[in-house]
Nanobody
C-alpha cells in the first residue's frame, strides 16, 4: 500500500502562484509514476501531469504547459507541482496519484490517490 497526502492549496488571485506538495509513504518501491489530477466543481476529474518516478520524464496536459512544473525528490518521497500564472479555470480540487506505470496515469487510472487539496483562483 502507498499513502499520499497533498498540501499547499489555497486561494490566489489570477496571475498568482501556488506550490502543491505530495508526500508518499508505504510501499514506494512499487511505484514507477506519480501525477496530478484536478476536478472542477460539476466536472469530471482530469489529468494534469505525470512524472516518471525513475527517470523524471514528464507529460503535461496542454492547458498547463509553460505554467505548471512538476518535480520529485526521491530521497524525501515527495512530488511537487509549481503552478504559475494561475487562471480562474485552474480552480478545483487537486489530487496526487501514484501507479506502477505512466500509461495508466495518462489514461486517468491510478493504483493510489490522495485526498486532494483545494485550489481557488479568484479576484
Amino acid at each position: 500500500q502507498v499513502q499520499l497526502v497533498e498540501s499547499g492549496g489555497g486561494l490566489v488571485q489570477p496571475g498568482g502562484s501556488l506550490r502543491l506538495s505530495c508526500a508518499a509513504s508505504g510501499s514506494i518501491f512499487s511505484i514507477n509514476a506519480m501525477g496530478w489530477f484536478r476536478q472542477a466543481p460539476g466536472k469530471e476529474r482530469e489529468f494534469v501531469v505525470v512524472i516518471n518516478w525513475n527517470n523524471g520524464n514528464t507529460d503535461y496536459t496542454d492547458s498547463v504547459k509553460g505554467r505548471f512544473t512538476v518535480s520529485r525528490d526521491k530521497a524525501k518521497n515527495m512530488v511537487y507541482l509549481q503552478m504559475n500564472d494561475l487562471k480562474p479555470e485552474d480552480t478545483g480540487a487537486y489530487y496526487c496519484a501514484a501507479d506502477r506505470g505512466v500509461a495508466d496515469l495518462l489514461r486517468g487510472l491510478a493504483d493510489y490517490w490522495g485526498q486532494g487539496t483545494q485550489v481557488s483562483v479568484s479576484s
